[in-house]
């Protein structure tokens, strides 16, 4: 059974950093790309980033300010990342873990964290 556990948010002022982090436990197979996601409030949710055997994708949004990164390229931890915070990076993330196909979207993602909240709030 696969378990994603989130760690790392909190409240942070804006133009500050965090770093999220994703341990997962019984991946096996092919489903050994892991990502990050977002939902705020009212909104659909989106793709932060995604990383495949260190190939990396980025939301536009972020491209630039946040980085996704494991110690390897087999690694079952997973970080994001995330300088000059600005208040709409504020949402729940969501870790997120499956195959190098289904990452990238969030209809076909098949495993899920229950998710860390960051506020970005002066």
């Known amino acids: 059974q696969v378990q994603l556990v989130e760690s790392g948010g909190g409240l942070v002022q804006p133009g500050g950093s965090m770093r999220l982090s994703c341990e997962a436990s019984?991946?096996?197979?092919?489903?050994?790309?892991m990502g990050w996601y977002r939902q705020a409030p009212e909104r659909e949710r989106e793709l932060v980033a995604a990383?495949?055997?260190?190939?990396?994708?980025y939301g536009l949004s972020v491209k630039g300010r946040f980085t996704i990164y494991r110690a390897t390229a087999e690694d079952t931890t997973v970080y994001l990342q995330m300088n000059n915070l600005t208040p709409d990076d504020t949402a729940m993330y969501y870790c997120a873990a499956g195959g190098r196909g289904t990452i990238l979207d969030v209809s076909t993602v098949p495993y899920w964290g229950k998710g860390t909240q960051v506020t970005v709030s002066s």
């Open positions: 990383d495949h055997r260190g190939s990396t994708t």
């Open positions: 019984g991946i096996v197979g092919n489903n050994n790309a």
